[in-house]
């Protein structure tokens, strides 16, 4: 069965900063890959995901992820964060469209004015 | 398109009692997800539903069912509520096209709290 590991579990950042919140998943033969957002009392956004292609991935408010077979990682990046940017980030894996999505634990990402 | 809606928001049980949480997918949704969030053991996968169909089942005890109708609204129905049972429950949808692989998306939840 498929697990992810999110190394992180909070980041704080300062504004402007660049971040990195880390997502390895355990190896399969083809796997599609999602970043979720959790803002507080809310329920989980799609930030961006990979299902085959060019292995970076792009979300329309600057976030990228980059797909790495050899290494099992599917890290977010974004070279400058804000304030708004601040909740709890979740990685997921699925093997096919027919399993259900496996979660990591979630990144808090804090960023500090 | 409306999202995903949740009722109710928050809920308060007693141990012992029974709970139904329910779920209305976006409109033309054919799979309906649920998942449980609790900070010791993050997000979970409970079940899904596709076409009144239960299609996948989570590692969790028989005191949570759910079912789905033809109009594909679920519901989620735990009984004999535990302490451990309190929560945030998530529902998701998704379309399930051609390609089989789609986003879900999700609704707010419902704070499930067991005294």
């Known amino acids: 069965a498929q697990s992810v590991t999110q190394l992180d579990s909070q980041v704080p950042v300062f504004e402007e900063a660049p971040v990195e919140l880390r997502c390895n998943y355990s190896s399969s033969v083809s796997v599609y890959l999602f970043w979720y957002v959790q803002y507080p009392n809310q329920g989980l956004q799609l930030l961006l995901k990979y299902l085959s292609g060019s292995t970076l991935v792009e979300s329309i408010n600057g976030f990228e992820a980059e797909f790495n077979k050899s290494q099992t990682s599917f890290h977010l990046r974004k070279p400058s964060v804000h304030i708004s940017d601040t909740a709890e980030y979740f990685c997921?894996?699925?093997?096919?469209?027919?399993?259900?999505?496996?979660f990591g634990k979630g990144t808090r990402l804090s960023v500090i004015a | 398109k409306a999202g995903v809606t949740q009722t109710p928001r928050y809920l308060i049980k007693t141990r012992g009692q029974q709970v139904t949480l329910s779920c209305s997918p976006i409109s033309g949704h054919r799979s309906v997800s649920w998942y449980q969030q609790t900070p010791g053991q993050g997000l979970q996968f409970l079940f899904e539903?596709?076409?009144?169909?239960?299609?996948n089942k989570g590692n969790f005890p028989g005191r949570f069912s759910g079912r789905q109708f033809s109009n594909s609204r679920s519901e989620m129905n735990v009984s004999t509520l535990e302490l451990g049972d309190s929560a945030l429950y998530l529902c998701?949808?998704?379309?399930?096209?051609?390609?089989?692989?789609?986003?879900?998306?999700f609704g707010p939840g419902t704070r499930l709290t067991v005294t």
């Open positions: 539903y596709f076409s009144e169909t239960q299609r």
């Open positions: 997921a894996v699925s093997d096919s469209g027919n399993t259900p999505l496996v």
């Open positions: 998701a949808s998704s379309l399930v096209g051609d390609r089989g692989i789609d986003e879900q998306y």
